[in-house]
Structure formats: C-alpha cells, structure tokens
C-alpha cells in the first residue's frame, strides 16, 4: 500500500492560555510542570492528527526553559511535526509570553518524540510529511542529527 503524504499545517496547532492562580509555583511564576503538561498534551494533538490515531510519548527533550512566566500572562503554544521516522514523530513545541500588542517573547522550545500506536499499543506506521519550504527542510535534517543523538543517549544509558 502506498504511504499517505502529509502537509506540516494539516495537522499543526496554536493554543492560548492564560497563566491563573492554580498554575503558580510557590515563588509565584508559572509551575513548570503546568507548562509541561501543556506542552505534552498539544504535542499528543497534533500527533494524533498527523497519525490519524492513537499515540504515546517515548520521549521529551531540549525542554530549555528560558524566561518564567508570571500570572495573568497569555501563554502562546505552537507545535508541529518537524520529522517522522516509520512509526515515530518528532514534534517541536514552542512556547512563548505574548503582550496586549502581540508581541511574543520565547520561554521554552521542546522537542517531543511520540510513536502512533494500533489499539493493542503496538507502533504503527505513520504518514510522511510533504517538506514545503527550506526551514522545513532544515528542521527535518537537525531532527535527523537529534534521533542519532537520542539513539547514542539511549546507548550510553542516560
Ligand atoms: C514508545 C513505545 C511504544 C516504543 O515501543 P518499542 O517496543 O520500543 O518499539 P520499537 O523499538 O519498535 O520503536 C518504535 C519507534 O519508537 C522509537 N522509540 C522507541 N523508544 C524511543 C525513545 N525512548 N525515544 C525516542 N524514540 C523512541 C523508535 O526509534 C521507533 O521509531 P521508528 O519506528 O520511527 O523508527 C514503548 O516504549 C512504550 O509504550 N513506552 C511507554 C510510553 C508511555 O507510556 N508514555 C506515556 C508516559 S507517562
């Protein structure tokens, strides 16, 4: 059967919260397991999509928090499919502070490897992606570089 081709914006997602005060931390900035909890599960919608299915997290990294983020704040998430292997995907999400003018400031990029699963959790294949421009391009061979590096990692038993 031939393997079904996917577009990165068919299954891309922009989500908007705003930081409450059930999400600080006792220092009063955003909790950074909230945001990992939000970074998780809008990388596992739009594995979904891209999959057409089920999916589970294999793995999180360069989950590099760069600013905090205090209450009241809009908190913007972006996330997409940077790179697929025969039944992973890696899944950048960045993360960003926005002001009442739409200005954005970073303050977390994660890369997130999830695999499709069948209804027995068993990997199944994924769709590939159509790469459209060259910053798609670029992003899927540094995806490249990170799957060696998570392979050599997991090798080395980090
Ligand atoms: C993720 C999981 C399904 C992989 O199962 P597996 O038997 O190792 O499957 P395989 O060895 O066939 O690997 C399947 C794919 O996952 C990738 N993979 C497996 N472990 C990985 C890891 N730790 N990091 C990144 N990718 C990983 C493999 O590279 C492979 O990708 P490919 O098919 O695109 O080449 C299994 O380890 C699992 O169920 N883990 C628990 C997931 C979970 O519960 N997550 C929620 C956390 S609370």
């Known amino acids: 059967m031939e393997q079904e081709v996917k577009r990165i914006s068919d299954s891309m997602i922009e989500h908007i919260y705003q930081v409450r005060p059930e999400h600080l931390n006792a220092a009063g900035r955003l909790f950074g397991g909230q945001l990992m909890e ?14 057409n299915g089920n999916i589970t997290t294999a793995s999180v990294d360069n989950l590099r928090f760069i600013r905090g983020a ?7 998430l972006m996330a997409k499919v940077t790179y697929v292997g025969n039944t992973s995907m890696e899944i950048r999400v960045d993360t960003y502070v926005e002001d009442f003018q739409g200005t954005r400031k970073p303050i977390n990029r994660a890369y997130l490897t999830l695999v499709a699963v069948d209804s027995n959790d068993v990997p199944r294949k994924v769709p590939t992606i159509l790469l459209e421009t060259e910053g798609e391009k670029a992003e899927w061979e540094a995806a490249k570089r990170r799957k060696e590096l998570r392979i050599q990692r997991q090798k080395e038993g980090f």
């Open 70 to 76: 205090y209450q009241n704040d809009l908190i913007v």
């Open 38 to 51: 939000w970074i998780d599960e809008i990388a596992g919608l739009v594995g979904m999509r891209h999959s």
